[in-house]
């Protein structure tokens, strides 16, 4: 089974800025990834599938990319409600898992 | 709109057992596969189960198999989580959420706590 790693643990960036998370797969995943935002106190919220698919709703800043075991989220421009914690989650077979979260801070 | 609200969590022994359940809302629940998802406190996501649409299908965490069992209820709109040897390191909030794709709706989740 695959086990995520994401990097880095704590990104600090300036609103306006880009910023760019990375997520590494210790086996293929082929594009069977998906990234989601969590802001505190609050459930999370699914931003890209399928590696780079953005859910419904999700603002065009929001970009991923990447195949098999490298993959990157990319926020072209942030706002202030865009810092917030990022996790990445396979869905190549069973059991799904998820990496351990990179926290966007100002 | 998707609504789903998770219910039964508290304060339970270790060994101790536990059911947890989710109200399904706003779609077609027999359409739709679920997940359990639970966050330790301060910590990351771990994904824990997962049905099927027509519950023809179960998978589990290795942390958590043997141990925890999802069902689902089409009549009532329900999924349940029935977990048992609770141990303190199944502390957590525990989300539901609907597949399709991916995690793609949460619930707000229940807080289990494992504590003597």
């Known amino acids: 089974e695959a086990v995520l790693t994401q990097s880095p643990a704590t990104l600090s960036v300036s609103p306006g800025e880009r910023a760019t998370l990375s997520c590494r797969a210790s086996?293929?995943?082929?594009?069977?990834l998906a990234w989601y935002q969590q802001n505190p106190g609050q459930a999370p919220r699914l931003l890209i599938y399928d590696a780079s698919t953005r859910a419904t709703g999700i603002p065009d800043r929001f970009s991923g990319s990447g195949s098999g075991t490298e993959f990157t989220l990319t926020i072209s421009s942030l706002q202030s409600e865009d810092f917030a914690v990022y996790f990445c989650?396979?869905?190549?077979?069973?059991?799904?898992?998820f990496g351990q979260g990179t926290k966007v801070e100002f | 709109q998707v609504q789903l609200v998770e219910s039964g969590g508290g304060v339970v022994q270790p060994g101790g057992s536990l059911r947890l359940s989710c109200a399904a809302s706003?779609?077609?629940?027999?359409?739709?596969?679920f997940h359990w998802v639970r966050q330790a406190p301060g910590k990351g996501l771990e994904w824990v189960a997962f049905?099927?649409?027509?519950?023809?299908?179960?998978y589990y965490a290795d942390s958590v198999k043997g141990r925890f069992t999802i069902s689902r209820d089409d009549s009532m709109n329900t999924l349940d989580l029935q977990m048992s040897g609770l141990r303190p390191d199944d502390t957590a909030l525990y989300y539901c959420?609907?597949?399709?794709?991916?995690?793609?709706?949460w619930g707000q989740g229940t807080l289990v706590t494992v504590t003597s």
């Open positions: 989650q396979h869905n190549e077979g069973w059991p799904w898992s």
């Open positions: 086996q293929s995943v082929r594009n069977n």
């Open positions: 706003g779609f077609t629940f027999s359409s739709s596969g």
């Open positions: 959420v609907k597949d399709n794709p991916v995690c793609a709706h």
């Open positions: 049905i099927r649409n027509d519950g023809s299908d179960e």
